[in-house]
């Protein structure tokens, strides 16, 4: 925003930053910082004059704009009732007999306000911004005491949204004063469209009637509009228009923002309010001959990759500590490829929301639901929320939908309440007149923004009313359930079906897009702490095979308190997705690309040595950048030959890059290599100038059918099964994966028992080397002290613990925190070398980790892996084998412990393996 609008007093002040950057003066002051405060169980500071009588000392300091729960406060108590705040300071405006207003940008939930003992307003809601004018009240050459009082009893009917990860209570976003003149603009409504027109509405406040000019300068004076008016006394409602030309439309490529400001200029002074606007259309709409629509962003479909984000932050809560940290989560989304983001059950901050529109992320944002039954009192209060959100937020070229509700919270009837004995079930209880009651809401948003898509419900339940976009979640894992579900939902989704809905009504043409999706609860007592890697790529490969599918939202950015599969842990810290493994240069980014390749096969497959496959593929094109060009799809098959990359075959296909959609393309047919091995078909798609534009891929776990098959270049071997040991010292130790994984954790060591050919079989043996596979073990509790499953219920919504390090599907996902050990290698007790393990990885790499999870809604280490391990043993070591031709391998473990991977788990497809020529 413009750089000359700046609070010359906030220097110090946490959030300093102008609270409302999409409207903003210059004249204000920030409130936010050290308040005094204190807790009012009894009720009793009304009665006692809390508001008046200032001889009367809080208890404690508050740190404004923070909720009370959170640490960033200085309170961190989670106590739900009543608590006062209190600050005296002086202030006197830039110009004389200025109207003053006192400004909140959130506060939970019930709030009163004094200046200096006067009771100034009342304000009830947790979410919407509000304000108070105090013009009458303050003292411009005196101290003022502001005084102000917040109840929160997380009443039934009230606005919670998802506060369960840490409570919103109390002020929780910006606190500031603004001088305004005595006729002012009150706000103003930017409609765009993509030919550069430009429809404004502002609500002007006059003070007296009279002549007025309202200027409309933008893009540094480029645009300029004004319009004379006559104002009556009281709120007046203004309409006018301008036309861009050659407008720069706003998208997430292109976040082109058209920042000015509004002037408007009279007998009662002068008025100048900082803002900006971005053009652009969001619509749904029908291509070619398709019975159904997609949606589209400035006339062209746009394929919509999206993460739910819980907007929580591990110290302010839902309060962001500062301005670039929202700045930076808006980078992390973008850096992932994804283009929207879903802001769950609660509006964001203005401030974020600049960042959004400022950087380039589409947003689709839900209001706040409440917990209890939709009764007069519950309906009174979301309806007085949700148009403040409006209201608000209107303004935002980010945002593109409004979500009323969220799968079905608050929406649902105590069957006692209803007057119904019997049970009823979780659909009946969703009653006839509460569905009318949506069907209201939604009507009425789309009357009061028409330039969005408006959903009644974001469903889990499949109890659609009606909506400008049919969404669904699910949470599955597996690949064949997941393309089962897929194809289901995509077959029973046509105009006239009553899949997805409620209440006799049936679906529209409007687009289908899943609006949450993830294996954090497709899993028996949940996902706890584990890969996503594995079942994101098929996820995202599944998704692109449907034409009629438009995009998805994944559960989700952060991890949060008892959620653990976001693209990030909840300080920002990445996870390792381990994609370039498998096609050089392949980040999470190329499966969000516009342009795809979708396999049309499972992530891995087994077959036999010399197998022959056929691999469908399919075209998914949501851009028309290169439409009408030639583009080339590069594939390899490869595998990795105990270290060495070597290509089994390679080729490419050149497609021409026409039409939106999907659409099949020919078949690669692959020859699978006469050896075991791990095999990766690896694609490209790349342009003519040799850039790539998106990458994929598969793999195979290649068998002989044989207990002795190939490992690398022809010579003797030895596989020993890695649970065959002979003597273990660890303190914990047990096997996984069917036992095809043994563990140890700590200190300790394995010893197998080796036997090489008899010398009438091999008369002298001149070189041994030992192979394996292994890493670190970090040790949970569940390793420990074993496992337990936590069915949270509903409480996973509200912050339950999810007992991660017992859950017994937790095995951490690979990411910047490691967890190294050593692991020394003796021969008949003689160290002969060791290795450094790294860490105790988990993401793709662990292929066949994830190939023999015995069932799919259970997770057995699953993705866990190792590093490949190769030593030669000592000349004069070698020489007395030659004579003894059994030795004592021993694998000692010091203080970070080990795991050994067999043929079944891990990265390579071989057991402790013993080479000797």
């Known amino acids: 925003m413009t750089t000359s609008v700046m609070n010359l007093e906030c220097h110090n002040v946490p959030r300093s930053e102008h609270p409302h950057p999409h409207w903003q003066r210059l004249d204000w002051m920030n409130l936010n910082g050290q308040w005094s405060f204190s807790f009012d169980p009894g009720d009793e500071g009304i009665s006692s004059q809390w508001q008046s009588n200032y001889e009367i000392a809080y208890d404690s300091l508050i740190t404004v704009p923070f909720s009370w729960v959170s640490p960033l406060s200085g309170i961190g108590s989670d106590s739900k009732g009543i608590g006062w705040y209190r600050r005296t300071l002086t202030w006197k405006p830039s110009v004389k007999d200025s109207r003053l207003f006192l400004r909140f940008g959130a506060v939970d939930y019930i709030c009163d306000v004094w200046i200096n003992g006067v009771h100034v307003g009342s304000h009830q809601g947790g979410y919407g911004s509000f304000e108070f004018e105090v013009t009458e009240t303050w003292q411009v050459e005196r101290e003022n005491t502001i005084v102000v009082r917040v109840e929160d009893f997380d009443h039934d009917y009230q606005a919670r949204g998802k506060q ?21 603009v009150k706000d103003a409504k930017f409609v765009t469209s993509i030919d550069g027109k430009v429809e404004v509405t502002a609500r002007i406040i006059a003070y007296e009637a009279g002549t007025a000019e309202l200027t409309l300068q933008f893009a540094e004076g480029s645009i300029l509009h004004s319009a004379d008016l006559d104002l009556v006394a009281g709120e007046n409602e203004i309409k006018s228009s301008f036309k861009v030309n050659n407008p720069q439309l706003w998208s997430p490529e292109t976040p082109y923002l058209y920042e000015g400001e509004l002037q408007l200029t009279g007998s009662c002074g002068r008025d100048v309010v900082s803002t900006y606007f971005g053009i652009r259309e969001i619509q749904t709409v029908r291509f070619d001959d398709r019975g159904y629509r997609w949606i589209t962003l400035n006339g062209k479909p746009i394929y919509l990759n999206g993460t739910l984000d819980q907007s929580y932050h591990k110290t302010g809560y839902f309060t962001y500590p500062s301005d670039e940290e929202m700045r930076d989560e808006i980078y992390l989304m973008k850096r992932l490829g994804l283009n929207f983001v879903r802001i769950h059950i609660k509006p964001e901050e203005p401030r974020k929301l600049y960042w959004a529109d400022k950087l380039g992320i589409l947003v689709m944002e839900d209001m706040p639901c409440f917990w209890g039954n939709p009764d007069e009192k519950a309906r009174t209060s979301y309806e007085s929320e949700a148009l403040e959100i409006i209201e608000r937020d209107y303004n935002h070229p980010s945002i593109f939908s409004w979500v009323m509700f969220n799968e079905t919270w608050g929406l649902k009837t105590d069957a006692k309440e209803a007057g119904v004995t019997a049970d009823i079930s979780q659909q009946s209880s969703y009653l006839p007149e509460t569905q009318e009651w949506v069907r209201e809401k939604y009507r009425w948003a789309k009357q009061m923004d028409p330039t969005r898509i408006i959903e009644d419900n974001s469903p889990c339940n499949y109890d659609h009313v009606e909506s400008d976009i049919n969404t669904w979640h699910f949470y599955l894992n597996g690949y064949d359930q997941l393309r089962n579900h897929l194809h289901e939902v995509v077959d029973k989704t046509f105009p006239g079906s009553d899949f997805n809905c409620i209440g006799g009504n049936v679906q529209s043409d409007a687009p289908l897009m899943n609006s949450e999706c993830g294996n954090v609860w497709g899993i028996e007592g949940g996902a706890g702490d584990s890969d996503l890697a594995w079942h994101y790529r098929y996820m995202m490969n599944e998704f692109r095979k449907h034409d009629k599918l438009c995009g998805f939202v994944f559960t989700e950015l952060r991890d949060v308190t008892n959620e653990f599969n976001g693209y990030y842990r909840l300080d920002g810290v990445g996870k390792d997705f381990g994609y370039d493994a498998f096609v050089p240069g392949m980040t999470i980014a190329d499966l969000h690309s516009p342009d795809f390749i979708v396999l049309d096969a499972p992530p891995c497959q087994t077959l036999f040595y010399g197998e022959k496959t056929i691999v469908p593929l399919l075209r998914s094109s949501f851009s028309d950048q290169y439409h009408g060009q030639q583009l080339q799809v590069k594939w390899e098959l490869w595998y990795d030959d105990l270290g060495v990359r070597t290509v089994e075959a390679c080729g490419n296909m050149q497609v021409d890059w026409d039409g939106y959609g999907v659409s099949s393309l020919s078949s690669l047919s692959l020859t699978m290599p006469a050896r075991e091995a791990v095999a990766v078909l690896a694609v490209s798609l790349v342009n003519d100038a040799n850039h790539t534009i998106m990458r994929n891929f598969i793999t195979y776990d290649v068998r002989s059918g044989k207990a002795d098959g190939v490992i690398g270049p022809q010579s003797g071997c030895i596989q020993i099964p890695v649970s065959s040991y002979t003597e273990q010292t660890f303190k914990q130790q047990w096997e996984s994966i069917q ?51 936590n069915d949270m219920g509903i409480g996973a919504m509200h912050g339950a613990d999810a007992m991660v390090e017992y859950n017994p599907n937790t095995y951490y996902m690979t990411d910047e925190e490691v967890h190294p050990s050593r692991l020394n290698l003796l021969i008949d007790g003689k160290a002969i070398g060791s290795f450094d393990l790294p860490d105790d990885p988990a993401d793709a790499r662990g292929v066949l980790s994830w190939h023999y999870q015995p069932v799919q809604n259970k997770l057995d280490e699953a993705g866990s892996y190792g590093y490949l391990c190769k030593m030669r043993i000592p000349v004069q070591l070698t020489a007395e084998l030659n004579f003894s031709r059994t030795f004592r391998l021993e694998l000692q473990a010091e203080v970070g412990g080990v795991a050994l991977y067999g043929r079944n788990a891990g990265r390579y497809p071989f057991d402790l393996l013993i080479r000797y020529s």
Not at 765 to 784: G, H, P, T, V
């Open 164 to 184: 369960g990860y840490g409570e919103i209570r109390g002020i929780w976003q910006p606190v500031w004063l603004e001088s305004r003149p005595q006729t002012y």
């Open 739 to 789: 036992g095809a994984k043994v563990s140890g954790g700590g200190e300790g060591h394995f010893i197998y028992e080796v036997t090489l050919p008899d010398p009438a079989e091999q008369t002298l043996i001149r070189d041994i080397e030992i192979i394996f596979e292994a890493s670190s073990k970090r040790l949970l509790a569940r390793n420990i002290e074993g496992g337990k499953v």
